[in-house]
DNA sequence: ATAGTCAATTCCCTTTCGGAACTCAATGGG
DNA sequence: CCCATTGAGTTCCGAAAGGGAATTGACTAT
């Protein structure tokens, strides 16, 4: 199977990486989530290269992921801006900021602290049961495949 | 910047991302995750090349991601193994899936349901304050970056 | 003896990446 | 006016990575 298309297979997964699985995809989507908007800064903070910037933009914005809108005229310019199918991508970014932060942090700890602007609290937000509220782990939750999921059998590989 | 550089910028997206931000590397976890753990099985299942896996597996295991564990002797077979580093990326992948779930879904709905054993709802998890245990979304949270961590500006994009 | 299983590895050709230079429209300074 | 600069790309080319298929090697089952 080829990588592009990935997003056609039934799995939610592959689905979405299909759209922001590409090198660097999820890192411009970092940036817009710090506020860069316009090519040149993006470029500059990544230091992709201008080709793959635009099209990785190109495709988020096809995906509508992105939107490009002009900011100037005379001559024509435009910016990047996550629309809400990729604010909706923050859980994404901040699962990997937790990873990283627990897994590859130097011995300067996280780089970026995270405060909840509700309670003032400086903490990584944590998965929790929409339900009962409780935390959830990954040895928490049951996968059910749903008819015509190319049924897959399901051991537990966290036990 | 090459990509390979990736992990050492001081961003734990940046280095989340150095290790599993690779074509494939994402879905190889999700089937470890939904038990497969041979090399054969992997294969057929990811139908990607065999070159491919097992060059995404060393590096896993290089990276302490999964480990590598004989099942049999005469010949010596190995498996796959999600390591304690490996299951934490489950909000990662989580995530990934409340995404494709919400924005990628066909018309039959999600592919795979979750369920909760605590309390038996059968729902996504969703970020709640690790604090006040409210559910946090982007704009609820204030990222403050730390001494060394490059200095950005932050603009809300969400606004 | 022959076929099959499993985990790779090798070959070869195509696609993608990385680095640098170039384009185009407009603006600012001397 | 002439030249340099800015912003947002586009073009070009050699290098690296990906994909498809066949092969290897150590067994096991019939």
Redesign the pocket.
Known sequence: ????EIGEVRCSVARALGIVG???TLLVIRDLFLGLR????LQRSL??????L??R??KLVEQSVVE?VP?QE??T????RLTEKGIDLYPVLLALVRWGDRWEADSAGPPVLYRHKGCGAVAMPTLHCAQCGEPVAARDMQPQPQPGAGARRWTDPTG
Chains 1, 2 share one sequence.
């Open positions: 199977m080829r990588w592009d590409d090198r660097w316009r090519f040149e800064r230091g992709v290269t201008r080709h793959l635009a099209e933009l190109e490009r900011y005379k001559p310019r435009y910016e990047y």
